[in-house]
C-alpha cells in the first residue's frame, strides 16, 4: 500500500468486498435521490406553475436539515451508527413511495408536497452525519483517506446521475417512476449494511442529557488545537468562496455571450477539478501532511474565484473554475479526513455532524449573500470580496496555529 501512489491507491478499495458493496449500495441510492430532487421541483412546477413555490419546495427540501445536522451527533454518539442508517434509509424510502403513490393517484396537492420534502430534508439530516461517522468501520485506518476520497467520488458521481436518468425515467415513467424508483434504490443498501462484516463495532454509551451531550461535543472541538482551526476555515471556504455556482449564468450570459453551452462548460470544468481533488487526496495526501493542504487549498480557493471574476475570456475562467473545483474538493475531502483522524470514536459522531453542519449551512448563506452583494453592485463584487476575506482567513490561520503551538 504504501508503494503505491495516485489513483491505484483506490484500487485497494475494489478489492475489499465490504467497501465494495457499500458503495455500490450508496451510489444507487445517490443517484437516486438526486433523481427525486428533479421530480419534486417539476411536481412543484406542475401543480403551481410558480417560481416562488419552485423556491420553496427547493428550501423547504434543504434547510430543516440544517438543524438535524447540528443535533443528529449527540444520538450518534450514544447509539449504535449501523442502526441509525438503516433506519434512516428505510424511513426515506417509505417517504419516496409515499409521494410515489399520492402522485400516482393524483391525490397529491402542495401542502402534502412540502411536508414530504420537509420530512426528507429532516431525515436526511440525520443520515449524512451518520454515513460519514461509519465509514471509520468500513476499513484499516491506512486506508481512511481512499475511502473518503472514494465517498467524495460517488457523491458527485450521484449528484451527475441523478439527474441524467431523470430525464429518461420522467419521460417514460412520470413522476411516480421517479419517486418509485428512487424509493427502491434504498432496498440494495439497507441489506448492505445490515449485513456487512464491520472491521469494529461502535459501542453504545451510556445515556446522558441530550443537550449536554451537545455543548461537549461543541467544547471538545473548538478546544481541540487542531480540529477547531480547521472547522473554522472549512466554514469559511463554503460562506465566502463556494458560492460560485450560484452567479454562473450571469457570467457565461453577460460577460461572456456564452449562453447555455458557455454554462455546461464552466460547470463541466469545475466539476472535473472536483473529481482531480478528490483522487489526488485519495492518492497522494497522506494523513499527516492533510493539514498543509488544507491551509494552501484555502488560498488557491481564494486566488480562483478572484481569478474567474478577473477574467476576460471564457477559457481562462474554465481554467480557474477547475482550479476552484480542485481546491474546493480538497476541502471538503480534507477536513473530512482530518476531522476522522484526530478525534476518538466517542466524539465521532458528533464531530461530523458539525462537519455536515458547517458544510450544508455556509454555502447557502454564502449564495445569499453573494446574490444580494452581485444584485446590487456588479457580479464581480462578492468573488473579490469573498477571495479577499478567505485570503485574510488564510494568514489568520498560519498566526493562530503559531500561537496554540506556542501555549502548548
Not at 6 to 24: C, K
Not at 311 to 332: C, D, R, T
Not at 379 to 386: H, I, K, M, R, V
Request: with cysteine; net charge positive; aromatic share 12%.
Amino acid at each position: 500500500m504504501s508503494d503505491q501512489k495516485g489513483f491505484w491507491r483506490f484500487t485497494v478499495l475494489f478489492r475489499q468486498p465490504v467497501l465494495r458493496a457499500y458503495f455500490s449500495g450508496q451510489l444507487l441510492s445517490l443517484t437516486g435521490t438526486w433523481m427525486q430532487r428533479v421530480a419534486e421541483s417539476w411536481l412543484a412546477w406542475e401543480l403551481t406553475h410558480s417560481a416562488w413555490m419552485l423556491g420553496l419546495v427547493s428550501f423547504c427540501g434543504l434547510f430543516p436539515g440544517i438543524f438535524t445536522n447540528f443535533l443528529a451527533g449527540a444520538l450518534l454518539d450514544r447509539f449504535n451508527r449501523r442502526l441509525i442508517i438503516l433506519t434512516t434509509q428505510w424511513l426515506l424510502s417509505i417517504q419516496a413511495l409515499n409521494l410515489a403513490f399520492l402522485t400516482w393517484q393524483d391525490l397529491i396537492t402542495v401542502p402534502l408536497l412540502i411536508m414530504l420534502t420537509i420530512t426528507q430534508a429532516v431525515i436526511s439530516g440525520v443520515d449524512m452525519p451518520a454515513r460519514q461517522s461509519f465509514l471509520v468501520y468500513l476499513t484499516n485506518r491506512e486506508y481512511l483517506p481512499q475511502t473518503i476520497a472514494m465517498n467524495s467520488v460517488t457523491v458527485n458521481i450521484g449528484r451527475i446521475a441523478g439527474p441524467a436518468l431523470s430525464a429518461v425515467v420522467i419521460p417514460w415513467w412520470g413522476l411516480e417512476g421517479a419517486f418509485l424508483l428512487n424509493g427502491l434504490s434504498f432496498i440494495f443498501l439497507i441489506v448492505v449494511i445490515h449485513r456487512l462484516n464491520l472491521l469494529s463495532e461502535q459501542q453504545e454509551k451510556e445515556p446522558t442529557s441530550f443537550f449536554k451531550s451537545i455543548r461537549e461535543g461543541l467544547v471538545y472541538v473548538f478546544r481541540h488545537p487542531v480540529m477547531g482551526p480547521y472547522l473554522v476555515l472549512f466554514g469559511a471556504c463554503n460562506f465566502l468562496a463556494m458560492y460560485y455556482a450560484s452567479l454562473l449564468p450571469v457570467f457565461s450570459d453577460e460577460k461572456f455571450g456564452a449562453g447555455s453551452h458557455g454554462l455546461s462548460i464552466m460547470l463541466v470544468s469545475a466539476g472535473a477539478g472536483a473529481l482531480a481533488g478528490a483522487v489526488f487526496i485519495g492518492g497522494w495526501v497522506s494523513s499527516d501532511r492533510v493539514a498543509t493542504v488544507l491551509r494552501w487549498s484555502s488560498l488557491v480557493l481564494a486566488l480562483s474565484v478572484i481569478g474567474m471574476a478577473a477574467a476576460p475570456l471564457l477559457h481562462l475562467a474554465v481554467i480557474a473554475l477547475f482550479a476552484g473545483g480542485f481546491s474546493m474538493m480538497l476541502q471538503i475531502s480534507g477536513t473530512n479526513m482530518l476531522l476522522q483522524n484526530q478525534t476518538t470514536d466517542e466524539y465521532r459522531g458528533r464531530v461530523m455532524s458539525l462537519y455536515t453542519f458547517t458544510f450544508t449551512l455556509g454555502t447557502p448563506l454564502g449564495n445569499l449573500w453573494a446574490g444580494a452583494l452581485a444584485e446590487a453592485a456588479f457580479p464581480e463584487l462578492p468573488f473579490y470580496t469573498g477571495g479577499v476575506l478567505l485570503i485574510i482567513v488564510f494568514f489568520h490561520l498560519k498566526s493562530a496555529l503559531k500561537r496554540r503551538t506556542h501555549h502548548a
